[in-house]
């Protein structure tokens, strides 16, 4: 999956993994050419309340903390697929995105006080899971993240400024 392909990545961080540990491994695959990441926040997700705080990066078009939340918040207003409730919604869908990604990324987001979003591009599959291993129980969800949604994302972005 390699290539140019925008993909929003989700790290989620149980509580025996500190943020600095993930970003660590982050930025090595990042030097060792695995993947670029083009902007990133800190999602908190406590008590019913999402929080989100963007990680500064020295080159990237940030999105901001409001297009962040409107595009995390949808994926935790549906319930768990383990669940039997309904979804009162109907949808979790962000037009563009797989509604399957979409409850995915919302399930690792409800399992961890903390996660890493990131958007990406060049991503090595084989690479991550190798970076990611001696962070124990974490996975890396990632989807592709269609140029309109990107474009959208950072649109907010500059309607706000």
């Known amino acids: 999956m390699a290539g140019s392909e925008h993909h929003l990545a989700v790290l989620p961080l149980p509580g025996s993994v500190d943020v600095s540990q993930a970003l660590a491994a982050i930025d090595g695959l990042r030097r060792a050419g695995a993947l670029t990441v083009l902007c990133a926040s800190l999602v908190e997700w406590q008590d019913g309340t999402l929080e989100v705080a963007p990680l500064p990066l020295e080159h990237a078009d940030q999105i901001d903390v409001t297009a962040w939340r409107q595009l995390l918040a949808g994926t935790l207003q549906a319930p768990p697929p383990s669940s039997d409730a309904p979804d009162p919604t109907g949808s979790v ?11 995915e990324v919302g399930e690792a987001l409800r399992t961890a006080p903390k996660a890493l979003a990131f958007v990406v591009t060049g991503v090595d599959p084989g690479a991550t899971v190798a970076a990611l291993r001696h962070l ?21 972005n500059r309607r706000i400024k």
């Open 136 to 156: 124990p129980q974490t996975k890396l969800v990632y989807g592709a993240l269609p140029p309109q949604v990107l474009r959208r994302l950072l649109a907010h």
């Open 93 to 103: 869908a962000e037009p563009g995105l797989s509604e399957s990604f979409l409850l």
